[in-house]
């Protein structure tokens, strides 16, 4: 088992940023992919992007691309969601999941575990 905690979420600005953190603990060594999803109200919950855990190499979506940031840091078993230029429309409970395989990345079928998520406010 892994679990995953989210932390960093709050109320920001347009164009404001924030970072939020994913902890992980448990059986870190059995994840290949970490990623960032959110879920605003009354919509599905939606992939932002992703991280191999080995490699590094990461994968967004379109709406986030060039705002957001993932990194991660395997000797502190933490990943990390960087927010910048922030829009009303990013205003979300923003989940951090893990998987054990390295597809698909993009759907929520294919992560094994999830945090309990954060909240992202950005007032206009």
């Known amino acids: 088992q892994v679990q995953l905690v989210e932390s960093g979420g709050g109320l920001v600005q347009s164009g404001g940023s924030l970072r939020l953190s994913c902890a992980a603990s448990?059986?870190?060594?059995?994840?290949?992919?970490m990623g960032w999803f959110r879920q605003a109200p009354g919509k599905e919950r939606e992939f932002v992007g992703a991280?191999?855990?080995?490699?590094?190499?990461?994968s967004y979506a379109d709406s986030v691309k060039g705002r957001f940031t993932i990194s991660r840091d395997p000797a502190k078993d933490t990943e990390y969601l960087e927010m910048n230029t922030l829009k009303p429309e990013d205003t979300a409970v923003y989940y951090c999941a893990a998987e054990r395989s390295p597809v698909p990345i993009t759907q929520t079928y294919g992560y094994d575990y999830w945090g309990q998520g954060t909240q992202v406010t950005v007032s206009s």
């Open positions: 991280i191999s855990w080995s490699g590094g190499s990461t």
């Open positions: 448990g059986r870190t060594f059995s994840i290949w992919v």
